[in-house]
C-alpha cells in the first residue's frame, strides 16, 4: 500500500564518519574516526542489534549538544552492505506521528491525534493515541532492524515487554476501541516483515493469536540515508 504523501524526519547535522570498534553495555560504541581516534558513542538502541552491529562497519556520528552528557557523541546510522541502518529506536515514534498528524498514511484516514505515551492499566504506556467519532485507537509502534536476505523480523532479542504491549492491545479490541500493531524497518532492503520465532516464539505466538481476534498490523519499509529517514510503502507481513 502507498503512502498518501511522503513523510521524512530529518537526522541532524552535520554526520561524522567512522568505523565501528565494537558495541557494548547496550548503549555504549566504540567508534574510530578518520584521524585514528577512538571515541565512544551513545547507542539508543536497547535490542540486540543483529545484523547492524558489526565491527567493521561505517556508521555515523553526531555530536551531542548537551555539554554535560557523559558521552559526547550519539550513534545514528550504519552501514550494512548497500544499506544504511537506522540506529535510533525512538525515531520510528516520531516518523509514525508526523505521519498520521499529516494523514499520510491510509490505514488512519480519518482519526485525529491526540496523545502519545498513552496510559494502559496501572503501569503500562502505548506510544500513540488516536481518535475519531468518540472512539479511540491505539497504536503501538515497533523499530525493525534485523534484515537478512531481504526478510525482516521482530523482535531481534526476547521481548516480554512486547508479548505484554500486544496482549494490551488485544484488551483494547475487547473493549470496542481500534489496536494497531506498526513495524517500521529502518532500513531499505526489507522486503516482507515475519515474526523471529527462531529468537522469541512466544512474541510470534501471541502476534498470531491477537491478529486474529482483531488487532491489526502494518509493516512499513523507510529510505535511510545520511539526511534523512523516510517512510516509503508498506510490506507484507507472513505470518
Known amino acids: 500500500m502507498l503512502l498518501n504523501k511522503k513523510v521524512s524526519i530529518a537526522l541532524p547535522k552535520p554526520l561524522y564518519p567512522g568505523v565501528l570498534v565494537r558495541r557494548y553495555k547496550r548503549f555504549l560504541a566504540d567508534v574510530e574516526l578518520p584521524d585514528g581516534e577512538t571515541v ?22 553526531s555530536k551531542a549538544k548537551d555539554p554535560k552528557r557523559k558521552t559526547g557523541w550519539s550513534w545514528e546510522l550504519l552501514q550494512a552492505g548497500k544499506v544504511w ?9 516520531r516518523l509514525v506521528e508526523r505521519a498520521v498528524r499529516e ?20 503501569h503500562s504506556r502505548i506510544d500513540l ?7 479511540l485507537c491505539y497504536i ?13 523480523e521482530f523482535p531481534d532479542a526476547v ?8 496482549e494490551h492491545l488485544a484488551e483494547i479490541v475487547r473493549e470496542g476501541n481500534e489496536a494497531w500493531m506498526v513495524y517500521i524497518v529502518q532500513r531499505g532492503d526489507g522486503r516482507v516483515l515475519r515474526p ?7 512474541y510470534g505466538e501471541t502476534l498470531r493469536r491477537v491478529l486474529q481476534n482483531g488487532v491489526r498490523a502494518v509493516a512499513y519499509r523507510t529510505e535511510v540515508t545520511p539526511e ?12
Not at 129 to 135: A, N, S, T, V
Not at 159 to 166: A, P
Open 40 to 61: 565512544t558513542a551513545h547507542c539508543p538502541n536497547s535490542g540486540s542489534m543483529k545484523t547492524c552491529s558489526d565491527p567493521g562497519s561505517p556508521v555515523l556520528l
Open 85 to 93: 541502518v537506522g540506529i535510533n529506536t525512538i525515531l520510528p515514534n
Open 103 to 122: 494523514s499520510a498514511l491510509p490505514e488512519f484516514d480519518g482519526w485525529t491525534f491526540q496523545r502519545r505515551e498513552a496510559p494502559y492499566g496501572p
Open 129 to 135: 493515541l488516536l481518535e475519531r467519532m468518540g472512539r
Open 140 to 152: 503501538e509502534v515497533k523499530n525493525v532492524t534485523m534484515v537478512q536476505q531481504g526478510i525482516a
Open 159 to 166: 521481548t516480554s515487554r512486547g508479548t505484554k504491549h500486544l
Open 196 to 202: 523471529a520465532d527462531s529468537i522469541d516464539p512466544l
Open 228 to 239: 534523512a529517514v523516510s517512510l516509503e510503502e508498506a510490506i507484507p507481513i507472513e505470518l
